[in-house]
């Protein structure tokens, strides 16, 4: 049987030099190369379920709940990254939400099917939801899927999952590319990207687990009234919370 090489596919010349560069820097052979570009194409065609379903299986098996998750990535957070008050409800009526998921919503969305987070990520994938990403935030989202302590619980989270994950995230969300600085936030630097992304996209709503990222709609500091101020007229909602206001939402509109 004969291996395909990347002469056999007809690239321009310039288009196959830049290809065998990077083959040689992934240390792969081209028919490997290939293969994975194959294999990443087809997975990033998979629903959010189909693409994760390996994973929740891995993470079932051992037993991980979403607390289990929350201190992995908070674990994390401390060597490399990275129970709120109640908000009352506001719902954006004439058109979709505008949202951004913190990178700990898509983390236990990749934990399983049932949570609620999982079912923000199917509101977005279904369009019913304008979610809003950057560069800063896919490529946090990409490092914590990658924490070794994660990977080790589900070894089917492999490179080219995580891949085909992020990916069909930044295909379907619409990418903020030029995201301005416009508050620092000490006592969580990790969570500045996720501040900025909601000025520059003019969200609705900010859905975080994280209890710094909660705290900025209550806090009584002069950061969290910036925040409110520059922000106006965000939320900042848990995924439960979410899903309570979106179940409020006319299904007309």
């Known amino acids: 049987m004969s291996t395909i090489s990347l002469q056999d596919i007809g690239l321009p010349p310039a288009v196959r030099r830049a290809a065998e560069?990077?083959?040689?820097?992934?240390?792969?052979?081209?028919?490997e190369y290939?293969?994975?570009?194959?294999e990443r194409d087809l997975l990033a065609d998979q629903t959010f379920d189909e693409l994760l379903a390996p994973v929740r299986k891995d993470f079932a098996r051992a037993g991980v709940s979403e607390a289990d998750v929350?201190?992995?990535?908070?674990?994390?957070?401390?060597?490399?990254?990275?129970?709120?008050?109640?908000?009352k409800a506001s719902v954006v009526s004439g058109r979709r939400p505008r949202a951004v998921f913190d990178c700990n919503v898509?983390?236990?969305?990749?934990?399983?099917?049932?949570?609620p987070a999982a079912q923000c990520v199917r509101h977005f994938e279904s369009g019913a939801v304008e979610l809003f990403v950057s560069r800063a935030t896919l490529r946090e989202l990409r490092a914590v899927l990658q924490y070794p302590q994660?990977?080790?619980?589900?070894?089917?989270?492999?490179?080219?999952r995580i891949d085909a994950f992020v990916d069909r995230i930044a295909y379907r969300a619409v990418i903020v590319r030029r995201v301005r600085h416009v508050l620092?936030?000490?006592?969580?630097r990790q969570d500045e990207p996720y501040i900025?992304?909601?000025?520059?996209?003019?969200?609705?709503?900010?859905?975080?687990r994280d209890k710094d990222l909660l705290s900025l709609m209550t806090g009584h500091s002069a950061i969290c009234t910036r925040f409110r101020q520059l922000t106006a007229p965000l939320r900042v909602l848990t995924p439960v919370e979410f899903l309570t206001v979106f179940s409020h939402r006319d299904p007309a509109q």
Do not use: H
Not at 21 to 31: E, H, I, L
Not at 34 to 38: F, G, N, W, Y
């Open 34 to 38: 290939l293969r994975s570009l194959v």
């Open 150 to 160: 994660i990977r080790k619980l589900a070894p089917s989270l492999t490179e080219l």
């Open 184 to 188: 620092d936030y000490p006592r969580a």
């Open 196 to 208: 900025d992304l909601v000025v520059a996209a003019k969200a609705d709503y900010l859905i975080s």
């Open 106 to 115: 898509f983390v236990q969305a990749v934990l399983g099917e049932a949570g």
């Open 70 to 87: 929350d201190q992995l990535v908070a674990r994390g957070a401390k060597v490399g990254r990275c129970a709120p008050a109640p908000t």
């Open 21 to 31: 560069r990077k083959v040689r820097k992934q240390g792969q052979s081209p028919p």
